[in-house]
């Protein structure tokens, strides 16, 4: 079986996916039986390509990084010539990966992406907060009502499962309160100033690493946090929560006398989102707060992302790991598509040998 991919946003998350793809498109043939073929790209920036024998990954690699530009692949054109739109259209494209930034404003353009696409009877993959944050319930009744699978887990705690864990783990429970460590960038930051280090080299080394968003006002003042809260609230505790809804405050306001004073107390400054019910309804918040060390988020260093999830019938369950990074919302994106292609190889009547591990 094939799938064939087309790519909008060829950034650090899309170049990361590419990246995984090359590296593990041997792998998943022979694991999985399945042939991962990436036929097209879009990029407002660097142009677009579509072949539908599927893309030389390792030239567009090659050429991305050395021009920043896929406009030197042979036979690529202007966006303008293939834009987005007419990419999530194309026949030749079952699934399509959206990676475009994030907008917590209008959830553009991923969220035009997405719908379109959706309406095409495409399959979705995103890593997009935007577009799920905002608009999640309208964009799952559309993938219901055009009998298409909308996966996103890359959108919190990137290849950390949590979103999976969320829906296929925990089926059947009720999920009652999610709270944990949602931004790779603020943690890392406040773990380097607990060692000494000045906020802004924090922020340089984040950047450098991949790890923050193209504007890092988004991560420092607690909106890419806002952004996953909606989301884990919306999809996993049933609310409709709006950006104004969840109560924020960022890091920029903390000073190394904040961390130490914490310290004195035994205890660690960590951004802490929380998202419970409480009489009837769902609040949410993104705070710096004292976390005591016997609070297992206290540990939670780096780039780390941590989430305890409390249930009806397991009670508390903890997952934690890499919150950030290119390889790591590669996999996010990675895992997706191979559980479109399980579902998909499926027989009513028999197991689907593609969801053997
Ligand atoms: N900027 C985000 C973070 C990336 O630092 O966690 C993943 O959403």
Not at 30 to 59: M, N, P, Q, T
Not at 76 to 83: D, H, I, N, S
Not at 126 to 153: C, D, Q, S
């Amino acid at each position: 079986m094939e799938l064939r991919i087309g790519l909008i946003g060829l950034g650090t998350v899309g170049t990361g996916f590419v990246k995984l793809l090359l590296e593990k498109h041997g792998h998943i043939k022979g694991r999985y039986g399945l042939d991962l073929r990436l036929v097209g790209i879009a990029d407002l920036v660097k142009g677009s390509a579509y072949d539908e024998r599927g893309l030389d990954l390792a030239r567009l690699l090659e050429l991305s990084e050395r021009e920043d530009s896929v406009l030197a692949y042979p036979g690529a054109v202007e966006f303008q010539q293939l834009g987005s739109l007419d990419l999530v259209r194309e026949d030749g494209v079952d699934v399509v990966v959206e990676a475009t930034p994030t907008n917590l404003r209008t959830g553009e353009p991923g969220y035009t992406h997405i719908r379109e696409a959706l309406e095409n009877g495409k399959h979705v993959v995103t890593t997009n907060k935007g577009p799920i944050a905002l608009r999640y319930k309208e964009l799952r009744e559309l993938a219901a009502r055009k009998g298409v699978f909308l996966r996103f887990e890359g959108t919190v705690m990137s290849g950390t499962p949590c979103i999976s864990m969320g829906f296929e783990c925990l089926r059947g429970a009720e999920i009652t309160r999610i709270r944990g460590i949602v931004n790779g960038t603020t943690n890392f930051i406040l773990t380097e100033m607990s060692k000494g280090m000045p906020y802004e080299q924090a922020l340089r080394k984040a950047q450098e690493l991949g790890y923050a968003e193209p504007d890092p006002t988004a991560d420092v003042e607690g909106w890419d946090a806002v952004a996953k809260v909606m989301i884990l609230a919306n999809v996993f505790l049933g609310s409709q929560l709006t950006v104004s809804d969840v109560e924020r405050e960022g890091i920029t306001g903390l000073t190394l006398e904040d961390i130490r004073a914490a310290e004195r107390e035994d205890a660690k400054v960590k951004l802490v989102a929380d998202i419970r019910r409480e009489g009837g309804h769902v609040k949410a918040s993104v705070k710096p707060r004292r976390v005591p060390l016997s609070d297992p988020l206290a540990h939670v260093d780096g780039v780390l992302n941590a989430l305890i999830f409390s249930t009806d019938t397991v009670g508390d369950i903890l997952i934690m790991g890499a919150g950030a990074g290119p390889r790591a919302t590669g996999q996010a994106i990675l895992s997706d598509l191979l559980w479109i292609h399980a579902y998909l190889s499926g027989d009513p009547k028999k197991a689907p040998r593609a969801l053997f591990p």
